[in-house]
Every structure is written in structure tokens, then in C-alpha cells.
């Protein structure tokens, strides 16, 4: 049986999504960073980029890549952020660092390229009263879409309730869940990390609202389904979500002109310094307790976790300065009996 010229070339595109000069390289070095458990999307996203640029400037070999091209593509993305441009060179500079490596090139024309300067972000740390007020926006934004309003309002309440990221509370599928011992495994974690929490009795009513409204709008045909389920049987994608969520924050005046515009990532920061000032408050050993947050939120290390102690300081610095304008320095001396 011969196999059309047309459909071998869709199978070479689903096997090798690359069309440059490069694409054996490129694949190679793709299926190398899975290995490594990084995001299929995102590393895809970026090396199609150069592939197509290769492809529009005609490259032929790796002879004919030196710093002065890998500059000129990226500042062909003239509409992109600098955090953006960044990220395409660290990119690239990744994909020939590799290829030095396999000993395929001597010289990475990527390494010594300064990145764009780019402004250093700041968690928004909400309020709890900014997140009941979202997530009573969320519950009540479109008066006809019922479901898609308690969708949206069950992901915003488990991100911050479990301090879960957007992506793997996207990836959470119904055998996920265990209602009776209260606990949800996170199986597709950042670089490849699986772990089980567990969550409050709140948390538990939640899911079981959630469940049953899901169980009449798509019947279950597979344990295996997601979650979150779309109008197409899929999992929600991420920048759906996102959309939503800079209209529903739109709605409430969160966005302010000149500032950092609080994103769905933020809930997570903010279930992490919420939950430090707990501790502070309960009079806990803070540093003995770190441990045990960076397991729960499923950080590499402890480092990235230690981070949560600077914001939380910081903040509370700001609580006590605002205090003391309030109501002055208060100094407690011997209570007489």
C-alpha cells in the first residue's frame, strides 16, 4: 500500500514539527528537554519561533549562525515584552549550548548576547477581602453560563485554597480526587514533580458542589476525564481561564494603570505568605515550618520557598508602619494587680 506524498508529509509533521535546515537538531534537542520534564508548550512555542525565522531568512547550515543573525531575530519581535525576548534567547542559547554538548558546533553565537532588561515582577499579594469579592464576581459574572461561573469560581477558590498552579489545577482529572480521605494528586506538577495534598472540610463541599453541577452537564464517561470540563469535552486551556480573569478583575477596578495587573499565578503567593502569617500569629517556628510548605506546593527546593519569608516581612514592616500613623507607638508597661 503507497502512502500519498501528502499524508507522509503530515506524518513527518507530526513526528517532527521542525521545517528548517535545523529541524533534525532542533527535535533532538526538544525530546532532550521533555526528558528533562520542562513544558511541551512552552519549549514548542519558542523553538517553532526560530524555526520559522530560519525558514524566512533562507538558513541552509549552522555555518551561517553567528551572533549578529540570532540578534536580528530577536529584535524582529519588535511588539514583544522584553520578558518575552528573554525568553527566546535563553531559548536559543539552550538549544546550541546543547548542541555543544553532542559535539555537533564548537562555538554557542548565542552566549554573550545581553538579554533586554526587564523590570523585576512583584507578587500581588490580595487581600482576603479582595479574593471574597472575586470570587463573588466570578460566581455571578454571566447570569446565562451557570456552569462556566462556578467553573471559574471553583478553579480561583482551589489555587488559592491549595495554593495549586493554574496549570496543574487545569490537569487535575476525576480519579484525581478522593472526596473521602480529602485528598487531590497532583500528577503533572512542574518539571514532572507528583505529590498528594490534602485539603480542608471547606474545601471538600466545594469540590462535592462542583462535582454534582459537572455530573448533569457532562456525565462522566471516563474517570480519566479532566476536572474542568469544556463545552468541547476537554480540559480548559489556560488562556481561557486567563481571559476571564482579566475581564472578572477589570469588572472589580483591580487593574491599575502603571501597575503590576494581579494575575492568577498571585493567589498562589498569596496562599503562601497568608499561610506564614498564620504562623507568625500562632507564634510557630517559622523556619521549622518552611519544609513543609515547599513539599506542599511542590517547590524543587526550599530556596524558592524562602522567598515567601522576604515578601512576608516586608509586608509586615508595611502592617506595623501603617499602624503606628494610626494610632502612634504603643510601649506596654507592668500591669498593676
Known sequence: MQISCDAKEKMEKKINPFRSSLKDYLYSYFQFMQGLGYKYGTN??????????????????????????????????????????????????????????????????????IPPKVKKYSPYIYTVEQILRILGEARNMHRNHPYENLTHYTIIYLLYAL????????????????????????????????????????????????????????????QEEPLFMSRYRKAYSKLTIEAHFRALTCNLGLRVKGKNPPRLHDFRHSFAVHRLYKWYQEEKDVL??????????????????????TISNALLKEANKRFQEKFGDIKLGKIKR
Not at 549578529?68 to 527566546?88: D, E, M, V
Not at 546543547?98 to 548576547?113: M, S
Not at 495534598?197 to 466545594?206: A, D, L, M, N, W
Not at 519544609?291 to 522567598?307: A, F, N, R
Open 44 to 113: 514548542l512555542s519558542l523553538l517553532k519561533n526560530f524555526d520559522r525565522f530560519l525558514v524566512r531568512e533562507g538558513i541552509n547550515s549552522l555555518c551561517e549562525i553567528n551572533r549578529a543573525f540570532i540578534l536580528s531575530w530577536i529584535n524582529h519581535h519588535s511588539y514583544l515584552s522584553p520578558f518575552t525576548k528573554t525568553l527566546l534567547l535563553s531559548q536559543v542559547r539552550s538549544f546550541f549550548k546543547y548542541l555543544q554538548r553532542v559535539e555537533v558546533i564548537t562555538f554557542n553565537p548565542a552566549q554573550g548576547i
Open 163 to 222: 495554593g495549586l498552579r493554574i496549570s496543574e489545577a487545569l490537569n487535575i482529572r476525576l480519579k484525581d480526587i478522593n472526596l473521602e480521605e480529602r485528598t487531590i494528586f497532583i500528577y503533572k506538577g512542574k518539571f514532572g514533580k507528583e505529590r498528594l495534598i490534602p485539603f480542608s472540610e471547606k474545601v471538600k463541599q466545594k469540590l462535592e458542589e462542583f462535582l454534582m453541577r459537572r455530573g448533569k452537564k457532562y456525565p462522566p464517561q471516563s
Open 288 to 309: 521549622n515550618k518552611l519544609p513543609l510548605l515547599s513539599i506542599y506546593m511542590g517547590h524543587v527546593d526550599i530556596e524558592s520557598t524562602q522567598v515567601y519569608l
